[in-house]
């Protein structure tokens, strides 16, 4: 039953709700100017330069469309050199460094106003049977609007954001990318996506964004020879709304990084913020020399967790079995890893006292007065009581038994595999996962609404009736789940 209703919502796209919620959102965005949505920057060639010149110019801005200005009639022209024009000059056979652009190039040009609507321009592309449209303010030449990005604009489909990322020259470009994310995660959530869904796809945009400002930032020997990775709930793929950074570099051990390595980490983390993502308050970043080392360093660093497993160690471990690579050599990372398993072998008290944080934060009785309103604080934290129990949990088995799984899901997935825990409690676990994910990322947009700080706190008193149901049964889950976990690490012997 718990199973059933709890994404009876989420799973019925046809119901009246989601219908009304996606209408309503796909009409407010055609009526969007054009220049909320994607501009594709305009690169300007003269008419007379060779089609093998402007291929470079494919190549080094990553673009796939030029502006050609040809000057020899009156008054001077504009037309548009695409890949498509480029096909037609390779079957010319005539060698490209000898062909003018001009002659493969199309001087019929249809032309939008930023202040327009994406209705209208859609309408357009139809209409005139075309991929692109040019965006133009009076004589100045705004962007390219291609066919493609207005679908994913209307859409809200994450392509659009990867293309920004991809084509971004400057910290600046991806900013704007990066501000995108959270709208997109708005839009989606309302139109009745899968939280689970919705945090793949940030995770993998995210990803793609941190990858790219690497590498604007850190020199090619620099990301040839060293992973990037993530950790926390990006590095789990669990991740909706912009949390703290948590991110590491591991060297390769006898390379020799260049002199200005803290500039470059420090850039990196600034640009993060940038992007939205606040510095970590436990500087588990690459702007901190800790979370910076060649492998054979990290391998030592993991093994003083393993061998001295105070607070704080344990606390390191946790956020690191939890990495994720997103640039360079990934086999850094995943030998570091190999070291943390082989050493977590049948260490039965630093396993106990790595489960132990379950209980770190919250009660059960407290959760269950508010819930029942029989306490005047409203807020409900919905991390401490629930989300973080049951990942850290899930967490723990995983490390006993050796994963080498990061996402919640898959952990729980391997561990039913293996026996570890039954089917029907796997499926408890992911569904109360994802409905107190999908609970506390609408709270945190409602806050972000109100113009408040995301607090991570539900007020219960706010709640429907079928919410604080489900809401209580996820909680029971999380409950029942833990007092398994004091009997399988013999927590209570502590």
Same mark, same amino acid.
Not at 208 to 237: K, Q, Y
Not at 328 to 339: N, R, S, T, Y
């Given at each position: ?25 796909l ?81 019929e ?37 291609e ?53 793949? !796809?940030?995770?993998? &945009?995210? +990803?793609?964004?941190?990858?790219r400002?690497? #590498? %604007?930032?850190a020199? $090619?020997?620099? *990301? ?46 600034q640009a ?44 390191? !471990?946790?956020?690191? &079995?939890? +990495? ?6 990934? #086999? %850094?990372?995943?030998? $570091?890893?190999? *070291? ?37 604080q ?51 676990l992911?569904?109360? !996962?994802?409905?107190?994910m ?20 539900v ?36």
């Amino acid at each position: 039953t718990f199973g059933a209703l709890l994404f009876s919502d989420l799973s019925n796209k046809l119901s009246a709700l989601s219908q009304r919620q996606s209408q309503h959102e796909l009409q407010s965005l055609t009526l969007s100017r054009v220049d909320e949505a994607f501009l594709r920057p305009v690169h300007f060639v003269d008419a007379q330069t060779d089609v093998l010149s402007v291929v470079k110019v494919f190549q080094a801005q990553r673009t796939k469309q030029v502006l050609v200005r040809d000057t020899s009639v009156s008054p001077p022209r504009l037309g548009i050199f695409t890949t498509t024009s480029l096909q037609r000059a390779i079957l010319d056979g005539t060698p490209l460094a000898e062909l003018p652009v001009q002659s493969f190039t199309s001087f019929e040009l249809f032309t939008v106003k930023p202040s327009d609507q994406v209705g209208d321009a859609l309408a357009a592309l139809m209409r005139h049977r075309v991929h692109r449209l040019i965006v133009a303010d009076g004589d100045q030449i705004v962007g390219v609007l291609e066919a493609l990005d207005v679908f994913s604009f209307l859409s809200n489909h994450s392509h659009l954001i990867s293309v920004q990322v991809d084509t971004a020259n400057d910290i600046e470009a991806l900013a704007q990318a990066a501000s995108q994310i959270t709208r997109m995660v708005t839009a989606l959530y309302r139109s009745g996506t899968r939280v689970s869904l919705i945090a793949r !796809l940030v995770q993998d &945009l995210n +990803a793609r964004l941190f990858e790219r400002a690497w #590498h %604007l930032i850190a020199p $090619a020997d620099l *990301v040839a020879n060293s992973c990037l990775f993530v950790m926390g709930s990006e590095g789990r793929g669990e991740q909706l709304l912009k949390t703290d950074q948590d991110n590491g570099l591991i060297l390769r051990d006898g390379y020799t990084p260049p002199t200005n390595l803290e500039e470059i980490c420090q850039q990196f983390s600034q640009a993060l913020g940038r992007f939205g993502y606040p510095e970590c308050p436990g500087n588990i970043m690459v702007s901190n020399p800790m979370w910076r080392k060649t492998a054979y360093d990290f391998g030592q660093m993991v093994q003083k967790w393993l061998l001295m497993p105070d607070a704080d160690s344990l606390m390191n !471990l946790a956020i690191f &079995l939890d +990495a994720h690579p997103v640039c360079g050599d990934a #086999h %850094l990372l995943a030998h $570091a890893q190999q *070291v943390l398993q082989r050493l977590a072998t049948d260490n039965d008290a630093m396993l106990a006292r790595f489960a132990a944080v379950i209980d770190a934060f919250g009660n059960s009785q407290g959760w269950w007065n508010r819930l029942l309103g029989l306490e005047s604080q409203k807020g409900l934290h919905l991390k401490k009581e629930g989300i973080f129990p049951l990942v850290h949990g899930v967490r723990s088995l995983a490390l006993a038994e050796h994963l080498q799984e990061t996402s919640t899901t898959a952990r729980i997935e391997a561990l039913v595999l293996k026996s570890v825990i039954t089917p029907a409690l796997g499926a408890d676990l992911t569904q109360s !996962l994802h409905f107190l994910m999908g609970m506390k990322l609408k709270a945190g947009l409602a806050d972000m609404e109100t113009e408040n700080e995301v607090s991570g706190l539900v007020d219960v008193t706010k709640l429907s009736t079928l919410e604080r149901d489900l809401l209580k049964d996820a909680l029971g889950v999380v409950k029942h789940f833990k007092t398994l976990l004091r009997s399988r690490f013999k927590l209570d012997a502590l």
